[in-house]
């Protein structure tokens, strides 16, 4: 199993981004804060629901510094099909039909030959700061990715259900 504070493994996949197809990298969202998440595939019930998410949320992850990129299984011109079907997705759709992706960031699951509901948040070092991952019927949590990149941002303690200008301990390790 990955582990925080671990390097996030690389990745070079092809993707769809403002309806410009190119291959992507790790490597080229470093030195910023990336939210890194897995999904089972497009033209579903709930990943929908995830995308438009993270999508309306994206103006509030660029003033964090933060980059989006999601991944699934499915091949570029159904990410194309896809967005476009949601009015527009702004951060890159990732494809992964050799499951390559998921299988170095351990999120496969091999009965169903899809990636679980995975979220990496990987700090501008390109180290694991947190992760978690959610069955297939249960849709994450945007609410809650927002406010851990804030909370690791300020690289102080943090308690539950912290929110910015909630008090914070001293200061501890970075994630």
Request: aromatic share 10%.
């Amino acid at each position: 199993m990955l582990r925080l504070n671990q390097e996030a493994p690389s990745f070079s996949l092809e993707g769809v981004q403002g309806g410009r197809v190119r291959r992507f990298s790790l490597a080229e969202f470093r030195r910023r804060w990336l939210v890194l998440f897995f999904y089972p595939a497009d033209f579903t019930f709930v990943c929908p629901t995830e995308v438009r998410t993270f999508q309306k949320r994206l103006p509030d992850l660029a003033a964090m510094d933060a980059m989006v990129v999601a991944v699934s299984p499915d091949d570029v011109a159904t990410h194309e099909q896809w967005a476009r079907e949601l009015g527009g997705i702004d951060f890159p759709l990732l494809s992964d039909p050799a499951r390559e992706g998921c299988r170095a960031y351990e999120v496969l699951d091999e009965q169903e030959d899809r990636p679980y509901r995975a979220t990496f948040v990987i700090s501008p070092d390109g180290r694991i700061a947190w992760l978690t991952v959610s069955p297939m019927n249960v849709g994450r949590s945007v609410e809650e990715t927002l406010r851990v990149v804030q909370a690791l941002q300020t690289g102080r303690l943090c308690p539950a259900d912290w929110h910015p200008g909630d008090p914070t301990g001293a200061p501890e390790l970075r994630y």
